[in-house]
């Protein structure tokens, strides 16, 4: 869970509004912070980045048991919420596909599905394990929710600043239990959105052509990562869980600045926002079975954020 006081101190430190946080109870859980399994650092990890990239905006926690049902009854919950109307969701976890029942998959699946026809743009953390996704069956898998073709798969990179500028960025990956996720999907095919994209097929025995993860990336390397305040402790996190909220705050920001949700962002960006500027590409490195290249590729998607030209691309 969360601390109000965390949230207070963490933001006027930063100089910044103080966010309203409100929790949201499903199937009995709720905001309940405890030390004792790290959680709460997720949960603080996602509130903290997107309420410092769009300030004032509504912040809104779902709590939920951990179990399939529990997980999807947050997503449909926040879906369908009609009191706060959220106009972009933050996911930041997962778990690699095979994991997965192929009925939750589906079911995941079918509720962004609904979240796109509404409008809402769902944006999942691509993993922190490498190709193999923290498996050791010598297979590359891909994380899922991020997997779901109706989601935002948000990757991850090593970034190096030089004053106020960027002197280097290049694909997250300092072991394997340390680098951005990426690959294709063994369980979804390939999005008509990504026909022309020139998908690789899977590394695996199978030759899979599915759809490919990430769609985006950001910052994700704990060395140069995120600082936050968890339980009265501050510290530094990184990972893909970090990315999903940068990108949740960027849309939200966009959403206020073109006056209308952005919604199902996924067939823009492989489609009229190509050749726009509205990402820096990035082209070097890999995250175990898959490298990095020119234009899309299966560790940072098409890259990191620019977010003036996405605004400006969008029609802002």
Request: proline share 6%.
């Amino acid at each position: 869970g969360y601390r109000t006081e965390d949230i207070k101190s963490y933001f006027t430190k930063l100089g910044l509004p103080v966010p309203r946080v409100t929790a949201v109870r499903v199937d009995g859980a709720r905001n309940h912070p405890s030390t004792a399994d790290g959680a709460d650092g997720e949960v603080m990890l996602d509130i903290e980045v997107a309420a410092a990239i769009a300030p004032k905006a509504q912040i809104v926690v779902y709590f939920a048991p951990n179990t399939d049902k529990g997980f999807l009854d947050a997503i449909t919950t926040a879906i369908h919420d009609t009191t706060h109307k959220p106009s972009v969701i933050s996911i930041s976890w997962g778990a690699a596909e095979k994991n997965w029942t192929g009925q939750a998959m589906t079911s995941y699946d079918q509720a962004f599905q609904a979240a796109a026809a509404l409008g809402i743009t769902i944006c999942c953390a691509a993993g922190d394990n490498g190709s193999a996704d923290g498996e050791t069956d010598g297979l590359a898998h891909v994380d899922f929710p991020a997997s779901s073709p109706f989601a935002l798969g948000c990757g991850g990179t090593k970034l190096a600043g030089l004053g106020s500028s960027i002197s280097s960025e290049v694909v997250w990956n300092e072991g394997p239990n340390s680098a951005t996720g990426g690959g294709v999907s063994d369980n979804f095919p390939g999005p008509s959105y990504q026909s022309s994209t020139g998908i690789p097929q899977s590394v695996n025995p199978s030759h899979k052509a599915g759809r490919g993860v990430p769609d985006v990336s950001g910052d994700a390397d704990p060395a140069t990562g995120y600082f936050v305040r968890v339980d009265g402790q501050e510290f530094v996190i990184g990972g893909t869980s970090a990315v999903a909220p940068l990108w949740a705050g960027l849309i939200a920001l966009l959403n206020q600045k073109l006056g209308h949700p952005v919604g199902f962002l996924n067939p823009l960006l492989y489609g009229s926002l190509v050749g726009t500027g509205f990402s820096r590409d990035i082209t070097s490195g890999n995250n175990g079975a898959y490298a990095a290249k020119q234009r899309w590729d299966a560790c940072t998607g098409w890259g990191t954020p620019d977010g003036a030209k996405l605004l400006h691309a969008l029609g802002g």
